[in-house]
């Protein structure tokens, strides 16, 4: 089942099960414990004997966040006994920056590892990041409005407010996307900064004032985590969609490229003899300073 239609699987629970395991030993522990510690017999303990839901929906809890952990690939199970997934890159599994580094993990595992299952999660995400950073659907009902007017419904399958909840948290929670308070309600911003400025040592090779075409780049990050431009979930949505305007990147990306130039943590350049990509703002409007050719690491702050 993909995460997105699993409501109990939440970012904090995921986050929760997996920093425990770092830190145990052998990086395991049987099932019964686990899911106690996800639902301690105190919280059911004095249910009502009215509501056999509550007690129903706690013990669903503890099963369905453990088996979802193992369906992404984060953990496995060998016979009474769960455990982080030794196949994950070392780094994922060091007890000290693991939790750092899981949110990268997860995208990984979502996103780039041919999880059929997390295919759903993909476009509903890629279909985000395409939508126009400026006039983007920030709640339910106008999710809604927009995935009829761009008529991919049958493709989204976003049918209810459960879903679009999970979207909300895990994009936020994975850096592709932030949400704020507008007149008393949520709203959520396709804004990928974060995800990107975690990603800039990888990319770069860890060569702090490396050069490389922003074309690289672009291709670059999308092989990291396709549902940027020219990944596969993104070219399945702009099918579906309409395609960018030839070499312009969206205006989320654009305006994560901006933010993390006014930032310091990169460079944009325009070189006379190079391929230029256009970095639009609001209204597709487009000025010198979104015609880039290259793009520069300029290392991490403190």
Request: aromatic share 6%; net charge negative; with cysteine.
């Given at each position: 089942m993909s995460i997105l239609k699993e409501p109990l699987a939440t970012p904090s629970r995921v986050r929760g099960i997996f920093r425990y395991l770092l830190q145990a030993k052998g990086q395991k522990e049987k099932r019964e414990v686990l899911e106690k510690l996800l639902s301690p017999d105190e919280l059911v303990k004095d249910a009502p004997p009215g509501r056999p839901m509550f007690r129903k929906t706690i013990n669903q809890i503890k099963t369905r966040t453990v088996n979802?952990?193992?369906?992404?690939?984060?953990?496995?199970?060998?016979?009474?006994?769960?455990?982080?997934?030794?196949?994950?890159?070392?780094?994922?599994?060091n007890p000290q920056i693991g939790d750092k580094l899981l949110p990268d993990t997860l995208t990984t595992l979502f996103f780039a590892s041919d999880n059929a299952d997390e295919e759903d999660f993909g476009l509903v995400c890629a279909w985000f990041l395409a939508q126009d950073i400026y006039d983007a659907p920030g709640n339910w009902e106008a999710i809604q409005n927009q995935v009829n007017a761009q008529k991919v419904g049958e493709l989204l399958k976003m049918t209810n407010n459960s879903l679009f909840g999970q979207m909300d948290d895990w994009m936020c929670y994975l850096g592709l996307s932030w949400g704020h308070a507008l007149e008393?309600?949520?709203?959520?911003?396709?804004?990928?900064?974060?995800?990107?400025?975690?990603?800039?040592?990888?990319?770069?090779?860890?060569?702090?004032?490396?050069?490389?075409?922003?074309?690289?780049?672009?291709?670059?990050?999308?092989?990291?985590?396709?549902?940027?431009?020219?990944?596969?979930?993104?070219?399945?949505?702009?099918?579906?969609?309409?395609r960018r305007q030839l070499n312009y990147l969206s205006t989320s990306t654009a305006f994560a490229l901006f933010r993390l130039r006014d930032e310091g943590y990169i460079e944009l350049k325009r070189e006379s003899d190079a391929d230029l990509m256009i970095l639009p703002k609001a209204n597709n409007r487009v000025d010198s300073e979104g015609q880039i050719s290259h793009i520069i690491w300029q290392g991490e702050k403190l």
């Open positions: 979802e952990n193992i369906n992404i690939g984060l953990l496995i199970e060998e016979e009474d006994e769960i455990a982080i997934n030794p196949s994950l890159p070392e780094d994922a599994r008393g309600q949520k709203v959520i911003v396709p804004d990928p900064t974060l995800y990107i400025k975690r990603n800039l040592k990888r990319i770069f090779n860890e060569q702090v004032g490396t050069k490389i075409l922003i074309r690289e780049f672009i291709d670059k990050l999308a092989e990291q985590c396709p549902l940027f431009e020219t990944g596969k979930f993104r070219d399945e949505i702009e099918i579906n969609i309409g």
